[in-house]
């Protein structure tokens, strides 16, 4: 069966170094993989997107890689900040499926 | 300007009545969505709607009945609530299907007593 996992126990670091939440799938071919971040009592917000040709992808402090082979996505916060606690969510969109699905999320938390 | 809104945003009723939870966005998307979050903070896609159009219904109770009115606006009625249908419901939108990002509205708690 389909299986999205990701980091269940929270992920405690603290200010200033490198937070990396992994995401891994079994039984998908996903075309792409999206990461979202979601703060409590709040919807998802999207983050970033990777293609499955695309090996890695950055925007500012955060950098996405993407691994068809491993079947596995990293997702890099450098230099954290308290601010960037949250709940992070990937989310991938397989070739054969007609929607976008989500794992349970990690929780970050960035300590000062 | 909110880009989806949901409204309530809190939701409590007993077990066996009837609600409705409504959504818009005002980003001229054609494909909309609802999601369920529940406990666990598992979000599973319900219902898919492109342009006013349904194309997707994963297993879902037929109690629940999404309605399109216009492309901007994508509403949840729920018949029969029980107890097991407490979550928060989220609406999403989209440019296209697919690749797209989406584009989530802030939730409504359903507690059902």
């Known amino acids: 069966s389909q299986k999205i996992e990701q980091n269940s126990e929270a992920l405690n670091i603290q200010e200033g170094k490198t937070a990396t939440l992994t995401c891994n799938y079994t039984n998908y071919s996903p075309a792409y993989l999206q990461w979202y971040r979601q703060d409590p009592g709040r919807g998802p917000v999207f983050l970033l997107l990777i293609r499955e040709n695309e090996k890695e992808k950055r925007k500012e402090r955060l950098k996405v890689t993407f691994d068809t082979t491993l079947k596995q996505s990293l997702f890099h916060i450098t230099a954290s900040q308290p601010a960037d606690s949250a709940t992070y969510l990937c989310a991938l969109w397989a070739s054969g499926y007609s929607t976008l699905t989500f794992g349970k999320g990690t929780m970050l938390l960035v300590s000062p | 300007d909110t880009a989806v809104s949901q409204t309530p945003k809190y939701l409590v009723t007993q077990m066996g009545n009837d609600k409705s939870i409504k959504c818009e966005q005002n980003?001229?998307?054609?494909?909309m969505y609802w999601y369920k979050q529940d406990s666990k903070k598992f979000l599973k896609i319900m219902f898919s709607y492109n342009n006013k159009e349904l194309i997707i219904n994963e297993t879902v109770p037929n109690r629940f009945s999404p309605k399109s009115p216009d492309k901007a606006h994508l509403n949840l009625h729920i018949n029969s609530l029980e107890l097991g249908d407490s979550a928060v419901y989220f609406c999403?939108?989209?440019?296209?299907?697919?690749?797209?990002?989406?584009?989530f509205g802030p939730g409504t708690r359903l507690t059902v007593l």
């Open positions: 999403a939108s989209s440019q296209a299907r697919g690749t797209d990002t989406q584009y």
């Open positions: 980003l001229g998307h054609d494909t």
